[in-house]
């Protein structure tokens, strides 16, 4: 009597995707206990319209298919489905990138086939399922979901291939087995119970295969690659929660995946074809190609719509009799429903969860043939999505890349054989990639790894430097570290899920999961992640929050259906990427093999999935009314990105080899790659010096709208928009630097390194910058920024010796002059000059150079008329510091900016006690410039496209053109730029100090002013020696017409009407004041040598382009200068003379026997 329950179960899966079946034959044999079909046909179409896949089907088979039924023991043994060899090929669907279809299309298509499948699919179930008055519906519906929730699948030897271009991706998995399991994830029968509400099961995959070849034009595969991933086993653990035993509908379900040791290989051919196959992915997943639309893509009420047609259609095909099993109702329901809905993946693969755990929340009994009543119950009902937890867990990865050459065997007549040679290693430690779900309203993916590192294997483009006859260590051949290792750090990365044993599951207790977004910032912050981790830690967070304030929307939300309700909904995006502590060591090996792997990428000449739209606004677009507008801007979704790197280290060696130029022609575009091989003998340099840079914290920070296009077409329309909604038009960027420095070091014989010697003290800087979303739907408004930015440096000081220069000469010559610099090793003397050995004293030690600058600030933004840029640049510094006798520094100071140099060359000033002027002096040098983009040059002179390389530009007319015009040429473009510009230009005073022996260092120096200093040695010291000071003169340049503004306002500023319709800004009017030089002599004296003056000035230019045709046409150009000069006073002394020249003393006396002044008027 159980035949008539269970086998009608069984044949509607077997003939609904299987061929030319029998069920006369088919039902015989399962009678009998065993089913052997073979050499099975799949129904292709039936496959393709139930997974919904943007793929097509070629071709889908089964040699042998297994059905093994204990019809005695049914409540004790499981029953077995066997599967041996079956294959499926798969393609993209022809012309995906041009099926769109509307919403409104959709819904109509939608409605006429579910009113079809309404009426056709109670029939089918009312043959398939047959009462029988002798059992009980309890006791069967019992028994039935025993035998269900028990059921054994085992796969032998599944092949899958996908093909597209010349691309052949397949995969074989030898064996999969899926069986039910108990508490501690053994083999057993089991089945959910009042006290434990629990299913588990176990999928055993065994040597799983991977491999990606190259057809050729006729379809086949000249020479086989090295397998992507070679026999994997792996295991997944399920885990299904039930809130009662009536609950068809799991309240979470848990599918979590291990793998022990994952080994990939990616050869140079491979890896074009690898990029592939993930942009593929990719674009999918955002709907650029295909129907398939995401939650976040831009048609959401399109997709909010379709969302309410399912519930609404799930709702009237609920009814199906209760005697048929609930697992398969929900198959039979979600399988046959909405076969052109476009949706996105997370909403496809979300369609496929009651599919799997039966999607059938109704607790009460079946009441008979009442369809009105069952159909009203059931809609009462709420429709609860349950809580879905998806992780995969790795121990360690290793991914190989390997570059590929041709090898004849020795037979005239035998095939070439392919070659591989690893060159490049990663391997990671620990990864988790984990997904959280609870409908479409919570999404959330966290992806981490313990440690991380990159080595160098073997040799590049013939240079043998880790060969296995160099006995070179790991440490040497590793250029990448970052985290820790997982015996120090434990197995953290395993952390609540089903294989840790501290997990809630694996103790009896139920899991708790936090589906608040406020609540999941506060537990999953970035500290959180890099203590579960250590290396790398990303957050992404999806949430689609109500107005009421109630946390994360459900489906009940939506489900009457009323458009209104759709305005209720808050959509955000939140993705959080944290890097923990990294070393990166860039050396010869590890440049040339980074490069090559990016030339290999760029090798292939595959068409991009999904081009750019064209930019076209919608004339007929409507306008908004009030109310719409203030509903707009009381919320816009965004996408929000925050990338944190911490403590991170990048070494630079100096270049032990340089093949740079094989390599960056092809990544710039100029040439195609060559197979040139280096012959030299490799010799590693010790000791090695590099530049080293640190970096406590960098943090950029990326916001967009959501749907930016909408919305963008929107706000454009209107007639005056505000603020609030111009801000969420942009692309907004922020970048952080805190604690940058540099420094020289050198790495030893023994792989050490050496104390660092400072090059560029710590300093923090930060930028930001805009970015105008589709600029071309603006056109109609002119003075619309499209892009802005803005940079601010507070401070930054770089200091040097002259052998510290010298060898960061040499270096940077390492790396711009091609050859094998190995044999020329660098000079020893100089190397113990930069890193001297500590607590040895040096006995000519050298003086250091240093520069600082302060209060750095920079603003540009472009319009679709202008371009302008405005900035300030607080004080300059620059002195000479030289270790002294008595242990302290010797400091000589040069340049000192901005300064009061006005009372600076008299004597009272050196006499009087004042406070140091640069405190609070003006910004040194502040300047605002504006340039129109609608100059004749930018329509005269040809503009690169993106897509042609730059050098096959100038190649066009290089030839018949001689350096001379191309000059001439250049001096003319330039002309056309600087003549329309608008000009504002300050810069203040600034001290030059020229002494003649080093100055003793003061016991304070006030803040870092120099003509204070001077005037604390000039009162403390018993002599002082002799020192020439330039009072540099305070300029103020602007151009005509331009009325005087403060720098870093709002830009850009309006340009007067004369000069923006002739385009000529001059003449522009310059003024020097305060120029002066003096010397500062013994104690009390000063005396100056040219006295301050000034002087107005005006400069205008005119230029013509002379009439000439051919390549002869040329600028002239004719430049009118006119000066009002101040008196000008020219002083000399025989002390100031001997001063300039100390070693012609008696020169000096002989020529200059008294002061001389020269005063012009």
């Not at 099993?325 to 329901?333: I, R, S």
């Not at 050396?587 to 030339?599: P, Q």
């Not at 003290?761 to 803005?790: D, H, M, N």
Request: charged share 20%.
């Amino acid at each position: 009597m159980l035949e008539s329950y269970v086998t009608p179960i069984l044949m509607s899966y077997v003939n609904r995707y299987i061929k030319n079946l029998k069920p006369s034959d088919l039902q015989l044999s399962l009678w009998g206990g065993d089913v052997v079909l073979s050499k099975l046909e799949l129904k292709l179409d039936v496959l393709e319209q139930e997974l919904k896949l943007p793929f097509t089907f070629l071709s889908g088979h089964i040699h042998e298919l297994r059905i093994h039924v204990p019809w005695t023991k049914l409540g004790s043994e499981p029953v077995v489905i066997t599967i041996n060899t079956m294959e499926c090929i798969l393609k993209l669907k022809d012309g995906i990138q041009d099926d769109h279809e509307s919403c409104g299309s959709n819904s109509t298509n939608r409605s006429a086939t579910e009113n079809t499948k309404s009426s056709v699919k109670p029939r089918r179930i009312q043959q398939a399922a047959p009462t029988h008055p002798d059992l009980p519906p309890g006791y069967v519906q019992s028994l039935i979901r025993r035998v269900v929730n028990n059921v054994n699948i085992v796969i032998n030897n599944l092949i899958l291939k996908y093909v597209e271009d010349d691309i052949v991706l397949s995969v074989n998995i030898t064996s999969a087995e899926c069986y039910t399991v108990g508490e501690l994830w053994d083999r057993a029968f089991m089945d959910i119970s009042a006290t434990d509400l629990v299913l588990r099961k176990v999928i055993n995959f065994s040597d799983c295969t991977v491999c990606l070849d190259k057809r050729n034009a006729s379809g086949k595969i000249e020479f086989y690659q090295d397998p992507l991933l070679y026999k994997c086993s792996f295991r997944t653990r399920l885990h299904f929660t039930y809130d009662n035993l009536n609950s068809k509908m799991p309240s979470v379900i848990k599918i979590h995946t291990l793998v022990e040791s994952l080994k990939l290989s990616i050869t140079d051919q491979q890896l074009p074809m690898f990029i592939r196959i993930m942009q593929l992915g990719i674009a999918l997943y955002y709907g650029e190609i295909g129907n398939f639309k995401d939650v976040e893509t831009e048609d959401s009420a399109c997709h909010n719509k379709d969302m309410l047609g399912n519930i609404t259609g799930a709702e009237d095909e609920t009814r199906i009799d209760m005697q048929y099993p609930a697992q398969y109702k929900g198959q039979e329901l979600y399988s046959q429903q909405d076969e052109e809905q476009p949706q996105g993946w997370v909403s496809w693969a979300w369609s496929f969860v009651p599919a799997i755990v039966s999607y059938d929340d109704g607790e009460e009994d079946y009441t008979g043939n009442d369809s009105t009543l069952t159909i009203h119950q059931q809609k009462v009902q709420t429709l609860k999505d349950p809580i879905v937890s998806v992780g995969f867990y790795c121990t360690k990865a290793t991914v190989t890349f390997k570059l590929t050459e041709m090898q004849a065997e020795s037979s005239y007549y035998s095939p070439q054989k392919v070659k591989s040679k690893e060159v490049l290693c990663w391997e990671q430690e620990g990864t988790t990639i984990e997904a959280l779900m609870m409908g479409d309203p919570f999404f959330d993916c966290q992806i981490g790894f313990v440690g991380c590192r990159a080595m160098c294997l073997k040799g590049i483009m013939g240079v043998k430097d880790f060969e296995e006859n160099m006995n070179r260590s790991e440490t040497e051949a590793s250029f990448f570290i970052c985290g820790e290792n997982l015996s120090t750090k434990g197995l953290t990365y395993l952390t609540n899920s089903l294989f840790d044993y501290r997990s809630p599951e694996n103790n009896g207790t139920r899991a708790e999961f936090i589906l608040d977004a406020a609540h999941h910032k506060e537990t999953y912050t970035e500290i959180a992640g890099m203590q579960r981790f250590g290396a790398f830690y990303m957050d992404y967070l999806y949430t689609m929050e109500s107005t009421s304030g109630k946390g994360s929307a459900n489906q009940q939300d939506f489900s009457t259906g009323k458009n209104e309700d759709l305005g209720t909904v808050q959509e955000k995006s939140t993705k959080t990427l944290v890097v923990g502590p990294l070393d990166f060591r860039l050396d010869s090996s590890a440049v040339h093999r980074i490069l090559k792997m990016i030339v290999c990428a760029l090798e292939h000449e595959y068409e991009p999935y999904s081009r750019l739209k064209p930019e076209i606004k919608d004339e007929n677009e409507t306008i908004l009314n009030p109310e719409e507008v203030a509903s707009l801007e009381e919320y816009i979704p965004t996408r929000h990105t925050s990338v944190t790197l911490l403590k991170c280290t990048c070494t630079i060696f100096m270049a032990e080899f340089n093949l740079l130029d094989c390599l960056l022609p092809v990544i710039i575009g100029g040439k195609n790659s060559s197979n040139f091989m280096n012959t030299a003998n490799f010799q590693s340099l010790r000791p090695l010096p590099s530049i080293q840079i640190l970096v406590d914290k960098i943090n950029l920070e990326h916001s967009v709208p959501m749907y930016a296009e909408h919305l963008v077409h929107v706000v454009s329309s209107l007639t005056q928009p505000s603020d609030n909604l111009l801000h969420y038009c942009y692309v907004h960027c922020y970048l952080k630097i805190f604690g940058f420095q540099a420094g020289l070091t050198s790495l030893d014989v023994s792989g050490s390194y050496c104390l660092p010697v400072p090059i560029i003290p710590s300093f923090s800087t930060a930028l930001y910058g805009k970015f105008l979303k589709f600029p071309t739907c603006w056109t109609k408004r002119s003075q619309i920024v499209i892009t802005e930015g803005i940079f601010e440096l507070p401070n930054l000081t770089i200091q040097a010796t002259r052998a510290q220069t010298l060898l960061l000469q040499a270096i940077y010559q390492s790396w711009s002059h091609i050859g094998n610099v190995s044999s020329s090793a660098v000079n020893e003397i100089l190397m113990n000059e930069v890193f001297q050995n500590i607590g040895v004293k040096s006995k000519n030690p050298l003086p250091t150079l240093e520069g600082s600058i302060q209060n750095v600030e920079l603003k540009y933004c472009s319009t679709s008329l202008v371009k302008c840029a405005s900035g300030t640049m607080g004080s300059i510094k620059i002195c000479a510091k030289a270790p002294g006798d008595s242990g302290k520094e010797k400091l000589i100071p040069l340049l000192q900016g901005p300064s009061d140099t006005k009372d600076l060359h008299s004597t009272k000033w050196l006499n009087e006690s004042r406070k140091p002027e640069s405190l609070l002096a003006p910004d040194l040098i502040a300047f605002t410039v504006q340039v129109p983009q609608y100059m004749d040059y930018c329509h005269n002179s040809e503009s690169r496209p993106l897509s042609v390389p730059v050098k096959a530009m100038f190649n066009i007319s290089e030839g018949c053109r001689s350096p001379e015009e191309r000059m001439k040429e250049f001096i003319g473009i330039v002309w056309n730029a600087v003549k329309s510009l608008t000009l504002q230009l300050e810069v203040q005073s600034c001290c030059v100090f020229i002494p003649n022996d080093s100055l003793p260092s003061p016991s304070t120096i006030v803040s870092g002013d120099i003509p204070g200093t001077v005037r604390s040695w000039y009162h403390g010291q018993t002599s002082m020696p002799g020192t020439l000071v330039l009072c540099l003169p305070q300029n103020k340049i602007i151009s005509a017409g331009h009325k005087y503004m403060e720098p870093l306002q709002e830009i850009p500023f309006v340009i007067p009407r004369p000069i923006l319709e002739e385009g000529d800004a001059f003449p522009w009017t310059i003024n020097l004041h305060h120029f002066s030089i003096y010397t500062l002599i013994g104690k009390q004296v000063t005396l100056s040598l040219v006295e301050p003056m000034g002087c107005t000035s005006t400069l205008a230019v005119t230029s013509q382009k002379l009439l000439a045709t051919g390549p002869d046409a040329r600028h002239s150009f004719v430049v009118c200068l006119h000066v009002d000069l101040e008196s000008l006073e020219i002083k000399c002394s025989n002390p100031q003379f001997g001063l300039c020249v100390p070693s012609e003393k008696n020169l000096t006396s002989y020529y200059v026997g008294e002061d001389l002044t020269v005063k012009c008027v």
